[in-house]
Nanobody
Framework: QVQLVESGGGLVQPGGSLRLSCKASGSMFTINTMGWYRQAPGNERELVATITSGGDTNYGYSVAGRFAISRDNTINTIYLEMNGLNPEDTAVYYC?????????????????WGQGTQVTVSS
């Protein structure tokens, strides 16, 4: 199957910036859409941003204009540049990917999540 590993979380002051990375690995797989979601304590998981294999992007309303998602298809990695962070951005950020993986005798769909990385915005 496909595994996702996130990195780049941490503690940042209000107004600061962070960059998250998420790398997909596995054997014989394709990736369609990758994205970031976040979940704060007591809240539901919400969309942050997604990006397709062709580079089309979609952002949650609360981050549009502050965050930017990008993708390097050659290394199966996406990035999330987060600027203008505020305490409301504090959450665990999860990477998500969907596509196809090969399991004999054919390709099968998958949708998988990373384990999450904590982002804390506080002075």
């Amino acid at each position: 199957q496909v595994q996702l590993v996130e990195s780049g979380g941490g503690l940042v002051q209000p107004g600061g910036s962070l960059r998250l990375s998420c790398k997909a690995s596995g054997s014989m797989f394709t990736i369609n859409t990758m994205g970031w979601y976040r979940q704060a304590p007591g809240n539901e998981r919400e969309l942050v941003a997604t990006i397709t294999s062709g580079g089309d992007t979609n952002y949650g309303y609360s981050v549009a204009g502050r965050f930017a998602i990008s993708r390097d298809n050659t290394i199966n990695t996406i990035y999330l540049e987060m600027n203008g962070l505020n305490p409301e951005d504090t959450a665990v950020y999860y990477c998500n990917a969907d596509g196809l993986y090969y399991s004999t005798p054919r390709y099968r769909p998958y949708n998988t999540w990373g384990q999450g990385t904590q982002v804390t915005v506080s002075s």
